[in-house]
């Protein structure tokens, strides 16, 4: 994710290179081609060039929209799984510190209940995380999760429900030892289906992409403006037709701008600097859930490198 408040020409260039060296290639090409034929046909009218820049933009408009709600909407998913991670966390933390109270078990029972369940929540993000964007950090999850519990994760085709279906069955063995009521499930199980709705918006958005007509339409329709703009404008510099160039581009490179930043957000998990900051999402988590119980010692958040936060 990008949060520096001024983007480098030199990122930007690389992102619009190649619609640019096109747009770029017609600049040049109608003043010359004019210059050296003085062939009047190829002047176009502005009027019809122009009408099909508003066409464009109207289309531009709606792609970009739909491109930043599909944006928006994976960072919204991430967003429900801290906040589902939080609440079962502190249902699972307050309910066996109540059980530690009443004597049903030990305080050392009880917080070793809490600490297995927790930590297991912590692991959720990053498996989840390494299904849309691999590798998942298994150096992380192995820490997280129960000794012997890896392994399981790593042969399942959907780690994240793996896991999910593991807690659910931890849960229901610190009923019978104790550590949880036998009414505990009732409040818990909307947190777990929550975790699970975020999953599968996840999943949805890295697996289905949006209907590829949009961007293909919209990538053409810029690059057919990007080539008749040269010829509607000559005819409005006669006297100076290599304005033709700058003016052009300055026309055409506000197009393949637009239409390039539409692109990038369209792909919230693609790895670029674009994407929806899930590494630091899943440090978040699992710092937010170590200090619900009570560590001192917390992992450190990542920190925007180059102005990018990952």
Do not use: H
């Not at 109270?101 to 993000?125: K, M, N, Q, S, Y």
């Not at 690059?223 to 409005?236: E, G, I, K, R, S």
């Not at 197009?255 to 998990?269: H, M, Q, R, W």
């Amino acid at each position: 994710m990008i949060v520096k408040r001024n983007l480098s020409v030199r990122a930007v260039l690389r992102y619009t290179a190649r619609p640019l060296a096109w747009a770029t290639a017609w600049a040049v090409a109608a003043p010359l081609a004019y210059e050296l034929s003085g062939e009047e046909r190829l002047l176009l009218p502005f009027a019809p060039v122009a009408a099909l820049a508003a066409a464009l933009a109207i289309v531009i408009a709606f792609r970009n929209n739909a491109a930043f709600a599909r944006w928006n909407e994976a960072r919204a998913a991430w967003q429900a799984v801290l906040v589902a991670g939080r609440s079962l966390a502190r249902q699972i933390i307050t309910a066996t510190a109540d059980a530690a109270a009443a004597g049903t078990v030990t305080a050392a029972e009880a917080d070793r209940t809490a600490r297995e369940l927790v930590l297991r929540l912590a692991a959720f993000p990053r498996l989840l995380a390494g299904g849309v964007r691999p590798p998942v950090d298994w150096a992380r999850v192995e820490a997280l999760v129960p000794p012997g519990e890896a392994a399981g994760l790593r042969a399942a085709a959907v780690p994240a429900t793996l896991l999910l279906q593991r807690q659910s069955a931890g849960i229901r063995e610190a009923i019978r030892a104790g550590a949880l009521g036998p009414f505990d499930p009732i409040s818990m199980e909307p947190p777990l289906a929550a975790l699970a709705t975020a999953q599968g918006t996840v999943e949805r958005i890295a697996r289905t992409p949006t209907p590829r007509q949009y961007a293909y339409f919209t990538r053409r329709f810029v690059q057919l403006l990007a080539a008749v703009t040269p010829f509607a404008v000559l005819p409005l510099v006669p006297d100076a037709v290599w304005w033709t160039i700058p003016l052009s581009l300055l026309v055409s490179g506000v197009f393949i701008v637009l239409d390039v930043t539409g692109s990038a957000n369209d792909e919230p998990f693609a790895g670029a600097v674009t994407d929806v900051p899930i590494a630091a999402l899943c440090a978040e988590a699992e710092s937010d859930l170590r200090e619900q119980l009570g560590e001192a010692a917390l992992p450190p958040l990542p920190e925007p490198v180059a102005g990018y936060l990952w």
